[in-house]
């Protein structure tokens, strides 16, 4: 959306217009890059819903340890002499620059998401702070994060790093997929489901669960509730490092000091979408929200409309659906 | 309170919002509980309430007067001169300020969490824009008639959003009015007629030319908006203050302490927030359309949610829910870039690592003050004041034994 | 957890000082409420209905709790109204949580000018029932009449307005407010004073504000706390936030007064000062429910009592019938020594 951004306005009269044409030539392609950002927006949106879930917070600086993913990853890649041209390493040596990559990008990732939980959090918790002061500090936090990296690394984007070439390798309807969307999409996936086993089977897991549904029962039960809310960012903080790995990959300028905001209201509202506190709600929810947006972009013609469109989403799902597709299952009824 | 020593920088604010406060504070019902916390006595507050009425009224006139009179004074170390031109500095704080009041409806009253609230500042400026610039293909009116239409138009867009989501929990609120921060910058891109970053230039102003011809109202002298803003501020006040004594005050603030309870008693919450909403809409989009007048133009530029951010660090700054702390902090997040150039760039950091530390330590804000929610409470607190000072002293420290059980 | 606490003192006080007007007969009314309890509450009672105006002036008086003040909390009320008609019906009630069933078809009625206590032991449904009967929970099916109106589907707000006002077992008075505008907020239920009235400080406003002040420190007094007006509720002493509680829900004017465990917390001497309270306010013409688990203070301030088990109704009677209920004696003598109601 960085990129969208950059893009000159159009100036035109018929600024808005239905182009079903151009929708039904290029549906196939919108579609599998809607799902390619879509499942971006999933892992992000994972990490929201699983902090939503335990302590019912819209954790607003998520945005901001995804996006300290995407400058671990451009440091790294930069680092090892990746720049905005295709580099000429073979196969198995970009895969291993690209895990190293990865794995930094998650340490970073979850230690911002661990070192915003004790630092800002977890004061709020001791002394049981309103809702309202959680909210105000969430967005505060988030807020410094973004200017801290301003204020060091000034308002421009990063040098764009690209990984690799992406290479046609289906054909599907006559339309090409090619190796970096595959490879988006199959990793996305596969986090997804690990973390959904993880939640569901391990017994870490069936304590995130057990708080989600009733803290203080929880407690009671020997469960130790702060090991557990600790658990649960690092866990959104790993998926938002893939997350932001997948997005350098995909738009490899976009690393921003406020690369994070746009894409962090759209994770939110696939979260919601699927149901917040839901796992898997939140691929439903970022998959559709995915092909929503790209499906609206193409078919008004302006990919500005993509944040638009989400935007929309949101708001409808809150007035028609507000417990999302799925529901909200982590644990929480409403409350 | 480090930050308040010395003159403040917009006692015509904290003026204003006193001359608000008709009921008088003799019997201020924190003040003898302010006691027993054990917080330092004299407290400005505390202060305040010694004075006799006269006393108030007098101390009020004086400060409105050197309100008014702050941008021709120009006192010299207040001054953001050199820098910054002091009139127009004095025209952004109190922009601010009234910014600050009537988020501090939504924030402060009802504790709801509006962050997108630079939306309505835009949708307000649009308006004024798109009605008085001769860049616009709309109709023109005279730019004061612009501004009740620019309040009704956001009130319009606070109901239309705040529907969908004010039947939720407030966390829904927060990102629902983020993104919409976001989407009103973006549609202003996209929308030809709101014509993105070219934008609207010679919006209007009001009219009045001086004794040599030249109008009185012009982009470069910020003294003459000041003093409309500022009397703008005064009449925002009453009448926000008239709410607060109400059973629209008592329901925000009931809805801010425990919804649920609320519903129960009576309130019918969903109502009052709307238009607890509505209202804080509206003077923000009172507030854009005169800084859409002052500046002459417009343009998408000039709204991002950081600005959002920043109001909301306004409030939050002075203290939610306290007239008087929104106004000083609407002044202190305008005036402090002003005063101080060199930190200028990093504001929206240090504002940002403010908001984070106020929340944490001291989350009542700088100037902690509890709203009054009674139009006529003054003799019955008095009465009761009375009555319990009468041998009370034994009765309380037992009751303040048994309070730590109750609030285990 | 305070909770837990604080519902552990009455059991260290099983044995009520000889000479206090409850439970005289001392024994251990926990575990053999019904063995131990003399007719003398329950004649109490039922005298109160007969004679309403002869009840305990002399402890009112000791109280500060002044009849004359109770007219001007509610003038139009009739003070001392005899049981009459049925008020509120709950017919068939049932509410399922997923699978489990919370409460099962459960019907009682709630007749003008009584006091009702519902009983029952732990995690019988007395607060399922209670929150069904305000709005809180959505019934499975079944329904609540009102006066012959429903009030199944209603907002919670309406409700109120309806006539059917409530306290909270675990106190949830608005903490930044004084004591004062607390009760002014309940006050509010039956103003009509809208935005733009306020706003400009029209005369419907300024009428009801004045009437508001008068009310409401009348209602202060009628409870007992109009001295600490002017204190945030939540730096109240506990008792008195009890009490104010209840003058909150009396502001909203209700038909139906429902208390959910008043008692909670309280000593024994608090307790009796509770029990005359409520008393007074059944006498100046409120209709009461009373879910508690104290026996003694069901016992000794009821006119009829409705105990729920297992979400399933099994007893409804006068105090001394359901004191000597075998359903009941099993029932509360079969259930292990617990905190929590």
Redo the contacts between chains.
């Keep these: 959306m960085l990129t969208s951004l950059l893009t000159s306005m159009p100036m035109d009269n018929d600024w808005i217009s239905f182009d079903v044409a151009s929708l039904g030539e290029n549906f196939w392609s919108a579609t599998f890059d809607g799902l390619t950002f879509g499942s971006i927006y999933a892992l992000v949106a994972l990490g929201y819903t699983l902090v939503y879930g335990v302590l019912n917070l819209i954790n607003f600086a998520h945005s901001e340890v995804f996006i300290m993913g995407c400058y671990a990853v451009f440091f790294t890649l930069n680092g090892l002499g990746f720049g905005p041209n295709v580099p000429h390493l073979s196969l198995a040596s970009i895969v291993l620059n690209l895990v190293l990559a990865l794995v930094i990008a998650m340490i970073a990732s979850a230690l911002t998401a661990f070192l915003v939980e004790r630092v800002a959090y977890k004061p709020l918790r001791k002394r049981n702070a309103p809702r309202l002061v959680f909210l105000i500090t969430a967005i505060g936090v988030s807020f410094t994060i973004q200017y801290t990296i301003y204020a060091i690394r000034g308002p421009s984007p990063e040098a764009a790093v690209t990984m690799f070439k992406p290479t046609p390798i289906f054909d599907v309807f006559g339309t090409i997929i090619d190796s970096q969307q595959l490879v988006i999409v199959i990793a996305a996936v596969i986090m997804m489901v690990l973390t959904e086993r993880f939640i569901s089977k391990s017994r870490t897991g069936r304590g995130i669960r057990a708080v989600a549904q009733d803290p203080d029962t929880a407690t009671l039960m020997g469960v130790n509730k702060e090991r557990i809310i600790i658990i649960t960012f690092v866990i959104g903080g790993i998926l938002a490092g893939a997350a932001a790995l997948f997005y350098v990959m995909k738009i490899p300028s976009g690393v921003q000091y406020n690369g994070g905001f746009v894409l962090g209201i759209k994770a939110f509202a696939a979260a919601v979408l699927g149901g917040i506190g839901n796992v898997r709600g939140a691929l439903l929810g970022g998959l559709l929200l995915g092909l929503i947006g790209n499906y609206g972009q193409i078919l008004l013609g302006n990919s500005q409309w993509t944040d638009v469109v989400a935007f929309m989403v949101l708001v409808l799902v809150l007035l028609v659906r507000p417990e999302g597709i799925l529901g909200t299952s982590l644990g929480r009824s409403k409350a | 309170m480090s930050m308040t020593d010395g003159p403040t920088p917009l006692p015509s604010a904290k003026a204003a919002q006193s001359a608000d406060d008709r009921e008088a504070l003799t019997?201020a019902?924190?003040a003898?509980?302010a006691g027993?916390k054990g917080k330092k006595p004299g407290s400005l507050g505390q202060r305040w309430n010694a004075l006799s009425r006269q006393q108030q009224w007098a101390f009020l006139l004086i400060v409105v007067v050197l309100a008014y009179l702050l941008p021709v004074i120009n006192p010299p170390i207040l001054t953001t001169e050199p820098g910054n031109n002091f009139g127009l500095a004095c025209f952004n704080m109190a922009r601010f300020a009234l910014i600050a009041i009537g988020l501090n409806v939504v924030?402060g009253y009802a504790?709801l969490?509006d962050?997108g609230y630079v939306a309505f500042f835009a949708v307000g400026a649009y308006v004024s824009a798109m009605l008085t610039s001769p860049d616009s293909a709309f109709l023109k009116i005279p730019y004061l008639w612009t501004i009740p239409v620019a309040m009704a138009v956001t009130m319009f867009f606070g109901v239309l959003?705040g529907?969908?989501?004010l039947?939720?929990?407030?966390?829904?609120l927060?990102?629902?009015t983020?993104?919409?921060g976001?989407?009103v910058r973006?549609?202003a891109?996209?929308?030809?007629?709101m014509k993105?970053?070219v934008g609207f230039q010679s919006v209007g102003h009001p009219p009045g030319t001086a004794a040599d011809g030249t109008p009185i109202f012009t982009n470069s002298n910020g003294i003459p908006w000041y003093w409309l803003i500022l009397t703008i501020i005064i009449i925002v006040l009453l009448?926000v203050g008239?709410?607060e004594?109400?059973?629209?005050?008592?329901?925000w603030?009931?809805i801010?302490?425990?919804e649920?309870?609320?519903?129960?008693?009576?309130?019918?919450?969903f109502k009052y927030k709307v238009?607890a909403f509505a209202?804080g809409a509206s003077v923000g989009g009172l507030s854009g359309a005169l800084a859409a007048g002052q500046v002459g133009f417009i343009s998408n530029q000039r709204f991002d949610?950081?600005t959002s951010?920043l109001f909301?660090?306004a409030v939050?700054l002075g203290g939610?829910?306290n007239k008087v702390g929104a106004i000083v902090g609407g002044a202190l997040v305008s005036y402090i870039p002003d005063r101080f150039t060199a930190i200028a760039e990093?504001k929206?950091?240090i504002?940002?690592?403010a908001?984070?530390l106020i929340?944490?330590f001291r989350?009542q804000g700088l100037f902690p003050a509890?709203q009054r929610?009674?139009?006529?409470?003054r003799?019955?607190?008095k009465?009761?004041?009375k009555?319990?000072d009468g041998g009370?002293s034994a009765k309380r420290t037992?009751?303040?034994a048994?309070?730590k059980?109750?609030?285990? | 957890m305070s909770g837990d606490h604080n519902e552990d003192l009455p059991r260290h006080t099983a044995d009520w000082p000889v000479g206090e007007p409850v439970g005289t007969d001392g024994g251990h009314p926990e575990r053999h409420p019904v063995e131990h309890r003399a007719g003398r509450r329950a004649a109490d009672a039922e005298t109160a209905v007969a004679q309403p105006a002869g009840i305990d002036e002399q402890a009112l008086a000791e109280q500060g709790i002044d009849l004359d003040v109770a007219e001007i909390v509610a003038p139009e009320r009739e003070i001392g109204v005899k049981i009459g008609d049925s008020l509120v019906q709950v017919q068939n009630l049932t509410v399922k949580f997923g699978g489990l069933m919370a409460l099962d078809n459960v019907s009682f009625d709630i007749k003008r000018g009584e006091i009702l206590g519902l009983i029952g032991p732990n995690g019988a449904g007395k607060t399922t029932c209670f929150n069904a009967m305000t709005g809180v929970y959505k019934p499975s099916s079944g329904k609540v009449l009102l006066e012959g109106q429903s009030i199944g589907g209603q907002k919670q707000h309406k409700i109120t307005r309806m006539g059917l006002a409530r306290t909270f077992q675990n106190i949830r008075l608005f903490g930044e407010m004084t004591a004062l505008e607390n009760v002014v907020v309940g006050l509010d239920a039956r103003h009509k004073t809208s935005v733009g009235r306020a706003l400009l400080r029209l005369p419907t406003h300024v009428r009801e504000e004045k009437s508001a002040i008068e009310r409401g420190m009348a209602l202060l007094d009628f409870v007992g706390i109009a001295e600490h007006a002017h204190f945030l509720s939540r730096h109240l002493p506990y008792g008195h936030q009890r009490r104010l509680e209840i003058a909150r829900a009396l502001a909203t004017d209700p038909k139906v007064l429902c208390l959910d465990e008043p008692a909670a917390g309280f000593n024994p001497a608090e307790k009796e000062e509770l029990m005359t309270l409520i008393r007074t306010i059944r006498n100046d013409g409120y209709t009461v429910l009373l879910i508690e688990h104290d026996m003694k203070l069901v016992m000794g301030v009821t006119d009829r009592i409705v105990v729920l088990e297992f979400g399933k109704k099994i007893a409804d009677g006068r105090p001394r019938e359901i004191r000597e209920d075998p359903l009941v004696i099993s029932a509360y003598l079969g259930e292990p020594e617990d905190d929590v109601a």
Excluded at chain 2, 373 to 377: D, E, K, P, V, W
């Design positions: 019997t019902p924190g003898s509980i027993r924030i504790g969490l962050l959003l529907i969908p989501t039947r939720l929990r407030g966390d829904y927060a990102i629902v983020l993104g919409f976001e989407i973006i549609l891109t996209i929308i030809p007629a993105g970053q009448l008239n709410l004594r109400s059973r629209v005050g008592r329901a603030v009931a801010r302490e425990d649920d309870a609320a519903e129960i008693m009576g309130v019918p919450t238009w209202i949610v950081y951010i909301v660090a939050v939610a829910g990093y929206y950091l504002f940002g690592i908001l984070v929340m944490i989350s509890r929610l009674l139009s006529y409470g003799d019955a607190y009465w009761a004041v009555k319990d009370a037992a009751g303040t048994q309070e059980g109750a609030q285990a």
